[in-house]
Nanobody, 123 residues
């Protein structure tokens, strides 16, 4: 499967952009999907994930501000970002897991990655 992330850009603090990740292939509904981010000089970190069942989870740093969702008909996963802070500045990556894994918070559990989209939050 190929993943194409979009929706990044320069945003003011407090803004609410929505990232999208469009997938190719026929079996999108059978993948667990996740969003990760990587700030300059830092390791890639988990942001949010949504299982094929629809259950979701997110990182404490974005809890109550970000929301992940998916539209299987459109083969797209979304990350609605609200109340952005300068520390949210990072390249955001979407990822797909074909296997059923215990934790979706670990990057190594994913099989496919998008190219990333840069979100820059200005104060």
């Amino acid at each position: 499967v190929q993943l194409q992330a979009s929706g990044g850009g320069l945003v003011q603090a407090g803004g609410s952009p929505r990232l999208s990740c469009a997938a190719s292939g026929r079996t999108f509904s059978s993948y667990d999907m996740g969003w990760f981010r990587q700030a300059p000089g830092k390791e890639r970190e988990f942001v949010a994930a949504i299982r094929r069942s629809g259950s979701t989870g997110d990182a404490d740093s974005v809890k109550g501000r970000f929301a992940i969702s998916r539209d299987n008909a459109k083969k797209t996963v979304y990350l609605q970002m609200n109340s952005l802070k300068p520390e949210d500045t990072a390249v955001y990556y979407c990822a797909a897991a074909a296997r059923s894994i215990l934790s979706l918070r670990v990057p190594s559990g994913y099989d496919y990655w998008g190219q990333g989209t840069l979100v820059t939050v200005s104060s």
